[in-house]
């Protein structure tokens, strides 16, 4: 078994010199700071993903610092990849185009500070920031100011900022239409709060659903699946504390509740994602295993008839750690396990009933536990293969399949 302590993974990772990286047709390779072999990158179980970086909590905001939500952004004007790692804190960015140099460029600090639960999400080279602090709002900032940045790390201000939540849990964001839908704020009971938010450095409020009760997450598409009745429409499916609900909203200020979906042993679901082609939602929820003893549970819906979905099957993980936040890239459902790490997912065969376990990382090697500690979230879009890991009280990892 290998064995390497946390400071000597971070050492390792900060001095990587020219040899460790080089560019062939413009992509960076990377030589990862510890290699998934015989099931350890490091001291960090796995299976066919390596630690390209990783940075501590302690790192990036001092001492009590608390990881949550993280997201990703690409600079198009120069290319720059960036992690933005949020924290009880504030959301601190790190420049990542070379993760074995990977460089914290600056915090934006939380509008009331060491706040509990934060998202991020981002439109047109803007990041939508929200807390369940009472008063933080929507923290709107302008991500261009990164590359001006001379001397790291810098304190950022927020650029501007809403007040028209106080708080919220999470936010999503639909960048076809540059509608940002807020869920679980202090409004409505927590129902989803919809934003139009094309207009830079603004937040005007267009509509909201307030019939269902706290919605915990969501995600909202414009369909152009099997349905026809609901084609080019924005649909938007919402992860309620006792059911999805599937919502037309493409009139925002007259939402239409196409259907409501519930499934057995119900506790708390989780954010969803449909499949490309369409047919299928696939899902998690957060207290299922607590409250029903069971493995960590996928849940599968076929949504290709959007005014009757059906319970497809459900999938069952190795172990009963906690699922918090799942995305589905292509044919690979990335779900963060909490203290089973990230797992990874293959959904190709998801008509037949058939899901496998193909890849993990687990950044809490000490136990796979029903507790919230390990992996808070996920972000696996970054076209680069970079993966981006939150952890509740390790910090930031960066993973990639091996040998990609």
């Known amino acids: 078994m290998i064995k390497k302590s946390l ?3 971070f050492l390792i990772a900060i001095s990587c010199d020219k040899k460790d990286v080089f560019e062939t047709n413009k992509q960076i390779i990377i030589n990862p700071i510890a290699k998934c072999e015989n099931g350890f990158a490091g001291e960090y179980p796995c299976n066919d993903y390596d630690l390209l970086t990783y940075i501590s909590l302690e790192d990036i905001g001092g001492p009590d610092t608390i ?19 949020g924290t009880n804190k504030g959301i601190t960015f790190i420049d990542i185009t070379n993760p074995a140099k990977a460089e914290i460029i600056g915090t934006l600090k939380a509008e009331i500070e060491n706040n ?3 998202d991020v999400k ?6 939508y920031v929200t807390s369940e602090a009472a008063g933080n709002g929507i923290q709107i900032f302008n991500l261009n100011e990164l590359k001006d940045v001379i001397e790291t790390p810098v304190e950022f201000a927020s650029s501007s900022k809403s007040s028209l939540v106080s708080t919220a849990r999470n936010i999503t964001i639909n960048n076809e239409t540059g509608i940002a839908y807020i869920l679980g704020s202090n409004r409505g009971n927590g129902s989803p709060v919809f934003l139009d938010i094309n207009k830079a450095f603004t937040a005007a409020e267009v509509g909201n659903y307030i019939k269902d009760t706290y919605s915990n997450d969501a995600e909202v598409i414009t369909y152009t699946g099997p349905d026809e009745d609901h084609l080019d429409k924005e649909i938007f499916i919402g992860s309620n504390e006792n059911n999805l609900v599937i919502l037309d909203v493409t009139d925002k200020m007259n939402p239409i509740e196409i259907a409501t979906v519930n499934y057995t042993d119900i506790g708390k679901t989780t954010k969803g994602s449909f499949t490309e082609d369409f047919k299928y939602f696939i899902i998690g929820d957060e207290q299922d295993e607590q ?3 069971i493995n960590t549970r996928t849940i599968v819906f076929d949504f290709t008839d959007l005014d009757n979905p059906v319970h497809h099957f459900d999938f069952e993980g190795n172990t009963a750690a906690i699922d918090l936040n799942g995305y589905l890239k292509g044919n690979l459902y990335y779900q963060a396990n909490t203290t089973a790490g990230v797992r990874v997912l293959e959904i190709s065969d998801v008509e037949n009933k058939n899901i496998f376990e193909v890849g993990f990382f687990d950044t809490y090697p000490e136990n796979d536990n029903q507790e919230k500690n390990g992996t808070w979230s996920v972000y696996p879009f970054s076209p680069s293969g970079n993966i981006l890991i939150s952890d509740f009280s390790k910090g930031f990892f960066i993973i990639r399949k091996h040998n990609s």
Do not use: H, K, Q
Not at 68 to 85: F, H, K, Q, S
Not at 122 to 127: D, H, I, R
């Open 7 to 9: 400071l000597v993974l």
């Open 67 to 85: 990881g949550r939500n993280c997201w990703g952004w690409i600079d198009p004007a120069t290319n720059v990849e960036y992690a933005l790692m």
């Open 116 to 118: 509990a639960i934060r």
């Open 122 to 127: 981002v439109f047109n080279s803007f990041a």
């Open 291 to 293: 409250n029903s003893a």
